[in-house]
């Protein structure tokens, strides 16, 4: 394979995973009067059964944190799983789905500069110049989309919780593995939430969730979570977190693509250039860079992909 197909290739499962993220926001839509909390710690408990069996068949080596790594873990379960997701429900009252979307595509500055950094490299210059396109994108869609004050409030605790769900993984990724980091993320999110449940909404709670928030819950179980965590956590292992970061530009458009295809109206002509104005952002840094001019036979040769940051430990798969 050659380098160029290498490097998309670990972009793929982050790919994969920013569009699921993206259709959680139209699907959240059904726990708007659910019961927040215990909605979202039926989520978590099933999500975390579900990462034990699939982790168990495909043989990954999963071990308890210990030490820091507790910190780590549950600051990423508190803003990832728990803040984030009473974020995007609360949102999406106040504003279309894909507004709230996109604040997540805001997330690249954040991480091309404390991911590297975390991961001890210096920024990457293509990522940086790349961050400020995508939140331009996302600022168009910000001001254009239908929202209010509150709106835009929610939609900046999702981007803050965002940025932390993908920095808080990455000092544990190297023992922890894309598995280990989304089941303990996962069991920690869910007993965090389900003490908010029995406190704030009473131990009979789950009783009044209807069939069709039971099938959102499901969907939010299986696809955004256990499968989107483990395709997530995977590229920014072999990609690095700051070059992950720019695929959270799909978010928004997959929001609105998954909105307009549920009936809830297709977004504005200005929310869909803004979209536009993410993606060309996205081309921009993760594009093939060209290495210096090479004289001689091999100068055919001469353009290559440029190999992704190094992380922290050798490349490889991520969750």
Known sequence: MDTSSA???????????????GSSVTVSHALVGAPLFTAQAVRYAAATAILVVIARCAGARLVWPRGREWLWLAGLAVTGLVLFNVAVVRGVEHAEPAVIAVAVACVPLVLGVVGPLLERRRPSRQVLLAAPVVMAGAVL?????????VGVAWAALALGCEAAFTLLAVPVLERHSPWGVSLHATWLGAAM?????????????????????WVAIGYLALMVTALAFVLWYSTVRSAGAARAGLLTGIAPLSA??????????????????????????????????????????????????????????PAGDRP
């Open 256 to 313: 609105a693509v998954v909105g307009a295809a549920s009936g809830d109206g297709a977004p504005g002509g200005w929310v869909w250039l803004g979209i536009a104005v993410v993606i060309v952002g996205l081309i921009l840094g993760l594009r093939a860079r060209a290495l210096p001019a090479v004289e001689g036979p091999d100068a055919d040769h001469a353009t290559l992909t440029a190999p992704p940051p190094a992380p922290a430990r």
């Open 141 to 149: 869609v910000q001001g254009t989309g239908r929202t209010d004050a």
């Open 193 to 213: 939430l389900a003490v908010l449940g029995v406190s704030r909404e009473g131990p009979s709670a789950a009783g009044e969730l209807t069939g069709s928030q």
């Open 7 to 21: 490097s998309f290739a670990q972009l793929l499962p982050g790919i994969a995973g920013m569009a699921l993220v």
